[in-house]
Structures are given as structure tokens and as C-alpha cells.
């Protein structure tokens, strides 16, 4: 269990599933302490109202814009089953496997796309995974400012966005921000 800093709710934690990566267990949270959404592989779609993922959505149209977090927080972590899924899709589709979980994980193709260009076919399966875990938390930060409120917030200072990879095998959590100057929102 980790030192927690946080304190009270002004922290929306979006994590992933996976029974061993439980957040309130690994940031040491007590009742009331933070906001939680967890899904397959942590992932936050874009906004948009025809993408049918209103569940992540309005979770946090409700912590952004109710419960007025200061702070997000999406946490991938070690081999993920999400995203090694996400790995092995083909972009025809040539090999699909489920009805719905497919076009989840498909909110990080880019993510995908950026871990095979950025390791070599000679290095290890892991180390891709593991970037693609990384690169799939900041397609989620990204889309987080997609929706004109989170924007609206991060802008006014009022909320900051957190990436974050937890490894259960070593124990290691690490944390960065989310690269966003007031200034370039036109790349947004
Ligand atoms: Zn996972």
C-alpha cells in the first residue's frame, strides 16, 4: 500500500477492472476519499453523443461538474488485458473475438499505433505492452479534453489531469501531468 496524498474528494480516479489493481487498495483510500470509475483498461472515450460509452461520460460531467474534482487521475497498470487485446487486433477486423469489448478497447487504437511504431519487432512483447499501457493513459487524457467542460476547467485552472502506470509485479507507481498549455488548444 502506498502513502496516499489524497485527502479529501477532490480526486476522480479512473482505473482499470482487473481485480489486482483495485485503487482505492492501492492508493490506500478510505471511504468518501475519492471518485472512482474503473472499466477495461482504464480507457475514457471521446466525447461525442453517438459513441453509445455515456457511462464514462456522465461519470465525469458528474465529478467535473457536481462533485467539482480537482484533479483526474487515469491509472493504467502491468499487464493489462485490455490493452494486450488491443495489441493483437487487426485493423480489418479479420480477427475479431467479442461483441462489445473490441469497440471499447478500440477507444486506444492510436495507442496501439504509436507502442508498435516506437519498439522494434526485435524487443520484447513486454516492453510494447507496457508502452501501449502508457500511450493508452494519455489517448485518455486527451479525450478527457474533449468534452467542453473538462476543458473549460483545466483552462481556468480549476482542474488538472494526472496519467499514471501502476506496476503490481515491483510494486512501482509512477505519475506525470497531462502536457497541456493554455496556449495550443487549437491541437486539441
Ligand atoms: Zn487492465
Not at 482505492?24 to 475519492?34: D, I, M, T
Not at 470509475?37 to 461525442?48: E, M, T
Not at 485493423?91 to 519498439?119: H, L, M, P, Q, V
Not at 516492453?127 to 500511450?135: A, G, M, N, R, Y
Request: negative net charge; charged residues 20%.
Amino acid at each position: 500500500m502506498f502513502v496516499c496524498w489524497i485527502d479529501e474528494l477532490q480526486w476522480m480516479i479512473i482505473a482499470c477492472s482487473d481485480s489486482r489493481v483495485d485503487p482505492a487498495l492501492v492508493l490506500g483510500l478510505g471511504l468518501g476519499e475519492a471518485f472512482i470509475v474503473r472499466n477495461i483498461a482504464s480507457l475514457v472515450p471521446p466525447h461525442s453523443k453517438e459513441s453509445g460509452h455515456s457511462s464514462g461520460a456522465s461519470a465525469i460531467e458528474y465529478a467535473v461538474l457536481h462533485l467539482k474534482v480537482e484533479h483526474i487521475m487515469i491509472v493504467g497498470h502491468s499487464r493489462c488485458g485490455g490493452i494486450k487485446a488491443l495489441l493483437g487486433m487487426k485493423e480489418d477486423g479479420s480477427n475479431r473475438f467479442s461483441e462489445y469489448i473490441e469497440d471499447w478497447i478500440a477507444i486506444a487504437n492510436n495507442a496501439s499505433k504509436t507502442a508498435k511504431a516506437k519498439c522494434s519487432h526485435d524487443s520484447p512483447f513486454e516492453d510494447q505492452w507496457t508502452c501501449c499501457v502508457k500511450e493508452s493513459v494519455n489517448v485518455s487524457l486527451w479525450n478527457c479534453m474533449s468534452y467542453p467542460f473538462v476543458k473549460e476547467a483545466v483552462q481556468q485552472k480549476k482542474l488538472a489531469l494526472h496519467g499514471a502506470y501502476f506496476d503490481f509485479v515491483n510494486g512501482d507507481f509512477q505519475r506525470w501531468a497531462l502536457n497541456y498549455r493554455v496556449d495550443e488548444p487549437e491541437s486539441l
